[in-house]
């Protein structure tokens, strides 16, 4: 029987959007299903050991094979094609799974330990995985949270908030201590209790990266964030650093850094980093990434401009740990010279901050002294 879908807080109202979202496979499904292709999508929804792709990996598939995204990092991908194709056919949801224990773990690729769950549910305009694929994105397009839960054995899913909590509902998981610890870890998992499965899906906003200043450290940044899953802003009000002959691909404002930062309204998931050692941009800049959620404030520069920058910026703060969030000089020290190298260390510098937040950075070695 198909699941029976309860969309509670599901806008569908699309506000702007300059994310580059093409490669998330939900877009691909949505619109191979709109196209009347047969479409089933493939939700990865536990793992054990070193299964290689984390829960929450999806991959589409189309009734003609094709498909996009991954849940193995293509060890199994070839077998949940098939499931996908029977799916597809029954219109029925089903789970799969993977590991050395199983006779065809050999044959897929997972014979170094790991073991892996797929949920695999039809993904055609009438169903409601479509549904919940049009739910998800448009949360995603609006910046917001959503979490879609999935009673896997009663078939039966539900869409809230997280900010409001999970639906009144007399099914005693929804009120259980493990969903309350899931919603707090705002990571997607799989909750078992008493002989009953439901998986946690989270949603969240896309990650976006702010570079202050169109110079060669952005050049070098720009696409490595892309590759990581930001989008990504160039900001200079200087017109002839930012063209798109120099950022292909790129969204580029060519506006004054404050006025920028304040229409775009950075939040919780958003990084500002300012390269163009200029106070009049940098600062100005900086001044409203203080006075935001972003997880991640770089400026770059030497440790006596870094100094000078915060004496500046104290007239504003004062000094306190507001200003302590600014990570200056910009980077892990890793010896970093060239704007590549350079572009890397921020890259890695914010991954920490990502990963691990500024309150347990991970342990890396002491940046030298500048010259």
Not at 145 to 163: E, G, H, N, T, Y
Request: charged share 25%.
């Amino acid at each position: 029987m198909p699941m029976g879908l309860e969309i509670m807080k599901a806008q569908h109202d699309f506000g702007p959007d300059h994310g580059r979202g093409a490669d998330d496979p939900l877009v691909h499904g949505v619109a191979w299903a709109e196209q009347d292709h047969g479409v089933a999508l493939a939700t990865v929804i536990s793992t054990w050991g070193s299964a290689p792709r984390p829960v929450g990996s999806q991959l589409v598939i189309r009734d003609d094979e094709a498909f996009e995204g991954s849940v193995s990092g293509g060890c199994v991908e070839g077998a949940v094609i098939l499931d996908a194709l029977d799916v597809m056919k029954s219109g029925v949801p089903k789970i799969v799974e993977f590991g050395v224990a199983d006779a065809t773990a050999f044959e897929v690729g997972l014979a170094c330990g790991g073991r892996i769950a797929i949920f695999i549910e039809p993904l055609s305009l009438k169903s409601d995985g479509f549904k919940a694929a049009k739910a998800l994105l448009a949360a995603k397009k609006a910046r917001r949270s959503l979490v879609r839960l999935i009673d896997l054995r009663q078939q039966k899913s539900w869409f809230f908030d997280p900010a409001d909590g999970p639906p009144s509902d007399p099914d005693p998981l929804l009120s259980s201590a493990a969903l309350v610890q899931a919603l707090q870890s705002a990571r997607s998992q799989l909750i078992e209790q008493d002989g009953e499965r439901l998986f946690f899906q989270i949603e969240q906003p896309a990650l976006r990266l702010y570079l202050i200043g169109a110079v060669h450290i952005a050049q070098a940044l720009a696409p490595m964030a892309k590759a990581v899953g930001y989008d990504v802003t160039v900001i200079d009000p200087r017109g002839a650093f930012a063209t798109s002959a120099r950022f292909s691909d790129v969204r580029l404002l060519e506006a004054w850094p404050d006025e920028a930062l304040l229409a775009e309204r950075p939040d919780e998931r958003s990084a500002v980093v300012t390269l163009t050692h200029d106070p009049k941009l940098d600062d100005a800049a900086l001044r409203v990434a203080l006075d935001s959620k972003v997880f991640y404030i770089g400026s770059l520069g030497s440790r006596k401009t870094h100094k000078a920058r915060l004496e500046r910026l104290s007239a504003d703060f004062g000094k306190n740990d507001t200003l302590l969030r600014i990570c200056g000089p910009v980077g892990l020290a890793i010896g970093a010279r060239t704007p590549a190298e350079i572009a890397i260390s921020i890259m890695a510098q914010m991954t920490q901050y990502l990963r691990s937040g500024p309150e347990n950075p991970i342990p890396f070695a002491p940046r030298p002294k500048d010259a």
